[in-house]
């Protein structure tokens, strides 16, 4: 059976949450917006940076990385220097998002077609997203009319 170590826990924590910090403090956000953005309250990022929160839900912890993954994925890696890179303690914070293929194989969708215009849109950066929707858009309300155009010439 394997043991835990709990003595270096609250010192674990509060390193953690000195990363949290200096990242969400480098990418210019407030406490209250990775809350937000995390769909959790101001006083749990601040309990989670200040290393007081050693009984924090990992669910907690998961949801703040991943928006600052998310706000970090939209930097191009190659202009942070190693220096910065170890400020942060990035670490694999730079990493891009996992492919279907890259996270074990499975796809989010049977529809081969779908799948891939999934893994495009997570390619793209958040306005060339909003640009990509907006064309998906205007193409099936296009295609909707014109197919009940031809419906009510028949």
Known sequence: ?????????????????????RVREFLGLSQDQVARLAGVSQGAVSRLEA????????????KVHLVLARALSAFDPALLDDQIRETLGLGG??????????NGGHPITRDRELEEMVQLYRSLSERQRRTLVAVVRATATSLVKGTEEKSELA
């Open 1 to 21: 059976m394997m043991t835990t170590d709990t003595r270096d826990w609250p010192a674990r924590m509060r390193e953690l949450g000195r990363q949290i910090r």
């Open 93 to 102: 914070l730079m990493a891009a998002a996992p492919t279907a293929t890259e």
């Open 51 to 62: 290393g007081r929160g050693l009984a924090t839900p990992m669910l907690i912890v998961l």
